[in-house]
T-cell receptor, first 111, second 111 residues
Framework: KAGVTQTPRYLIKTRGQQVTLSCSPI?????VSWYQQTPGQGLQFLFE???????NKGNFPGRFSGRQFSNSRSEMNVSTLELGDSALYLC??????????FGQGTRLTVV | AQSVAQPEDQVNVAEGNPLTVKCTYS??????LFWYVQYPNRGLQFLLK??????LVKGSYGFEAEFNKSQTSFHLKKPSALVSDSALYFC?????????FGAGTRLTVKP
């Protein structure tokens, strides 16, 4: 069974730009969560989608948004990028309350 | 809201010695507890979980964790550490809303 796939693996953007990250969950998993990981703040929950609906949202500004498609693939968008948005963005898929399986992450660098 | 704490930023052990990485949690209701490991520039890898049942949970790579309800702890253990176990370890707690992670503990196993 293929794991969670995140694309791209690395991104460099300039301040003010926007970015879209993609996540393909494990086949059959309908829950997709997104996390931001930085050295200073650790792992922070962004949002979770289940069956195309945002089920939960963390404490991030509205510049961070996401969506989930009917095939459970999910995208995360960050608009008006700031230097502080530089981080490893991790996607995880799960079968509802089971353990989450993570992708390799997308390393975003904002310059 | 649930939370999880990892009181040690860093744990150092000698190869062949037992290791313990500590985790305490706070949750209303029954806890769903998880341990993950992260190697450099990689996503998180699932190690083990506690949902219900035996307090001693066995997971991947020889790791196990002991659920202690009275002490609200879920410490990760391994009888004999390997140098290859050196990595960043995260404890997590999940409820119906989201999954919260501890700040992480960096384990270093010295030859």
């Amino acid at each position: 069974k293929a794991g969670v796939t995140q694309t791209p693996r690395y991104l460099i953007k300039t301040r003010g730009q926007q970015v879209t990250l993609s996540c393909s969950p494990i086949s059959g998993h309908r829950s997709v969560s997104w996390y931001q990981q930085t050295p200073g703040q650790g792992l922070q929950f962004l949002f979770e989608y289940f069956s195309e609906t945002q089920r939960n949202k963390g404490n991030f500004p509205g510049r961070f948004s996401g969506r989930q498609f009917s095939n459970s693939r999910s995208e995360m968008n960050v608009s008006t990028l700031e230097l502080g948005d530089s981080a490893l963005y991790l996607c995880a898929s799960s079968l509802n309350l089971g353990g989450a399986f993570f992708g390799q992450g997308t390393r975003l660098t904002v310059v | 809201a649930q939370s999880v704490a990892q009181p040690e930023d860093q744990v150092n052990v000698a190869e062949g010695n037992p290791l313990t990485v500590k985790c305490t949690y706070s949750v209303s209701g029954n806890p769903y507890l998880f341990w993950y490991v992260q190697y450099p520039n990689r996503g998180l890898q699932f190690l083990l979980k506690y949902i219900t049942g035996d307090n001693l949970v066995k997971g991947s790579y020889g790791f196990e964790a002991e659920f202690n309800k009275s002490q609200t702890s879920f410490h990760l253990k391994k009888p004999s550490a390997l140098v290859s176990d050196s990595a960043l370890y995260f404890c997590a707690v999940r409820d119906i809303n989201d999954m919260r992670f501890g700040a992480g503990t960096r384990l270093t196993v010295k030859p």
